[in-house]
């Protein structure tokens, strides 16, 4: 997958010098660079590629909508390195929002206690890199399309734990697309589409749901080297792919060399590490330890129904302890009977 934004080539620099510094404190920071109260102040006098350095411990809630970075993309970190948290109350707001925007990186803060620690609609360009999200209501991290969707994400080396503590069941660690039916449940409610998205090298356990959870409107995703632990599902499995039962024109998926482990499923279905229903779909090199009998590794649902979009192709994947490894008809509670076109190597 080849990223079209500068965002991504840029993205190893979000510890790059500070050009704005956004503090509360009445005590001078720099005599050099900048520095204003609130980040909305800071965006106002925005110059391309601008690295706005958070310096309080805590930091008040984050949004950003109709913003447009540039050539260059716009990184906000903190002064110092996991040094400032957004802290919100009662399960209730979003930590960071981002709406109708382009080109953000979003690197080594510390997110807790909202309904959703960080929620992405509408916009592309963005990056999520080394940030501490935990104790959430419902999702941590979740990218959607409403008016318009959008394309081009890199969510890398965060570390994602204890979701769902308000509403178990919406407690997914990252949640990509939506998942909306119309009201006779044909087809998903949201024609937009998000894509070009990679998740890697990310710590993800002690969710309330799904640790990865990619819906059919979401497309073109990798989803790599990931460490999936302590995952307590309501239904679908640690890693889901486009299980829903609707027709969707567009597809592309990899899930390659993650490691999952300690998958329950409290609704007493069968636990499973990872779900496809949708796209052409790899699944490679993925280690899944268990040691419950009732247990699936790799189970494909029967929501294949794009007949141009149903090969599954898996190789070298490996269950380690009890249960099945390999499904190819789950049926997950829907009336289709579309199964993939399989093939293994």
């Known amino acids: ?49 601008d690295v706005v350095c958070l310096a309080d411990v805590y930091q008040s809630a984050i949004v950003i909508e109709d913003f447009d970075s540039g050539n260059k993309p716009l990184i906000i970190r903190p002064l110092h390195y996991l040094g400032t948290t957004i802290k919100s109350r009662h399960y209730s707001g979003t930590g960071i929002a981002i ?20 929620f992405i609609q509408d916009s592309s360009d963005i990056s999520l890199l080394s940030n501490r999200v935990f104790n959430t209501g419902n999702q941590a991290i979740s990218i959607k399309p409403r008016y318009s969707g959008g394309k081009n994400y890199l969510i890398e080396n965060n570390v994602i734990f204890n979701t769902g503590l308000l509403s178990p069941q919406y407690g997914e660690g990252i949640y990509i697309g939506d998942g909306s039916y119309t009201k006779d449940r044909s087809q998903l409610k949201i024609k937009y589409t998000v894509s070009n998205v990679l998740v890697k090298n990310n710590l993800i356990h002690h969710t309330g749901n799904e640790a990865i959870d990619v819906k059919a409107n979401a497309y073109n995703v990798k989803i790599i080297q990931n460490r999936i632990n302590h995952i307590n599902l309501k239904f679908n499995a640690a890693i889901t792919i486009a299980t829903e039962s609707s027709f ?19 609704s007493g279905y069968r636990a499973i590490g990872i779900a496809a229903g949708h796209g052409d779909t790899f699944i490679k090199d993925n280690l899944i330890i268990n040691d419950q009998d009732k247990f699936t590794a790799i189970c494909l649902f029967t929501t294949f129904l794009n007949p141009s979009l149903n090969k ?33 190597k």
Not at 32 to 43: E, G, H, Q, Y
Not at 254 to 263: A, C, H, R, T
């Open 248 to 266: 969707a024109p567009l597809g592309g998926y990899q899930v390659v060399d993650n490691v999952l482990s300690n998958i329950t499923n409290r």
């Open 99 to 118: 709406k109708n925007s382009n080109g953000i990186v979003i690197d080594g803060l510390i997110i807790t206690g909202g309904l959703y620690a960080i």
């Open 312 to 344: 599954v192709t898996l190789e070298n994947n490996k269950l380690v302890g009890a249960g099945l490894a390999f499904s190819e008809a789950c049926t997950g509670g829907t009336k289709s009977n579309a199964k993939a076109d399989v093939i293994f």
């Open 1 to 49: 997958m080849a990223f079209a934004n500068s965002t991504y080539d840029d993205a190893d620099k979000a510890h790059s010098v500070c050009t704005k510094i956004i503090s509360s404190s009445d005590k001078k920071i720099s005599n050099s660079i900048p520095t204003f109260s609130k980040l909305n102040f800071a965006l106002e006098q925005y110059i391309e590629g």
